[in-house]
């Protein structure tokens, strides 16, 4: 039982380039969500997904963008990265809003 | 909207000692809530939450919080801190058919030897 996967670990990316940075999750839950984290800034929420084909802004999601094939993956697209989306990128997954998620190890993501 | 404050983004505690960290929340709705953990370069853990009913409850590493719904708070206290308690906590609120999670700023823990 893997839980939540994100690749890249790691990734550096040049001012106008685009990315997508994966999200896969092994436990059947139906809602899956992003969140960059800064310091002092807690988790924002970017977007988010409550089943396949259902997906939702958060409050900060302008530059990315999102789709939901399957109930197992939420890949998120960054379409121009800029430096100001440098950040660490967490996908999670929750079977129910009462459950609490259950996140990946990130992805730290540097715009130059 | 929902909301979570946290105050002090740094705290630090002597290894043995009351460990309290504060969460108020907003919320118009009955709300569930969380606590996670954050270790350097890790993702977040769930700690505990609360979503109905004991208004107390325990959590993994000692951990406990208390709901106060007159206070519109949940605490995150641990009667002695470890070393290995050095990390970043997070409260955080949903409710009842809304999945979007909202976070407090964190407090960072710092435990002293």
């Known amino acids: 039982n893997a839980g939540v996967t994100q690749t890249p670990k790691f990734q550096v990316l040049k001012t106008g380039q685009s990315m997508t940075l994966q999200c896969a999750q092994d436990?059947?839950?139906?809602?899956m969500s992003w969140y960059r984290q800064d310091p002092g800034m807690g988790l924002r929420l970017i977007h988010y997904?409550?089943?396949?084909?259902?997906?939702d802004q958060g409050e900060v999601p302008n530059g990315y963008n999102v789709s939901r094939s399957t109930t197992e993956d939420f890949p998120l697209r960054l379409l121009s990265a800029a430096p100001s989306q440098t950040s660490v990128y967490f996908c999670?997954?929750?079977?129910?809003?009462?459950?609490?998620?259950?996140f990946g190890s990130g992805t730290r993501l540097t715009v130059v | 909207a929902q909301s979570v404050t946290q105050l002090g983004s740094h705290v630090s505690v002597s290894e043995g000692a009351l460990v309290l960290l504060r969460c108020n929340y907003s919320?118009?709705?009955?709300?569930?809530l969380f606590w996670y953990v954050q270790y350097p370069n890790q993702g977040l853990q769930l700690l505990l939450k609360?979503?109905?009913?004991?208004?107390l409850v325990k959590g993994i590493n000692g951990f406990e919080a208390e709901f106060k719904k007159s206070e519109t708070s949940f605490h995150l206290t641990k009667p002695s801190a470890h070393m290995s308690d050095a990390a970043e906590y997070f409260c955080?609120?949903?409710?009842?058919?809304?999945?979007?999670?909202?976070f407090g700023k964190g407090n960072q823990v710092v435990v002293i030897p």
């Open positions: 999670a997954s929750s079977y129910r809003e009462y459950y609490g998620y259950t």
């Open positions: 436990m059947n839950h139906e809602y």
């Open positions: 997904s409550v089943g396949a084909g259902i997906t």
């Open positions: 919320s118009s709705v009955p709300p569930y």
């Open positions: 609360y979503t109905t009913g004991a208004t």
């Open positions: 955080a609120v949903s409710n009842y058919g809304n999945n979007r999670l909202a």
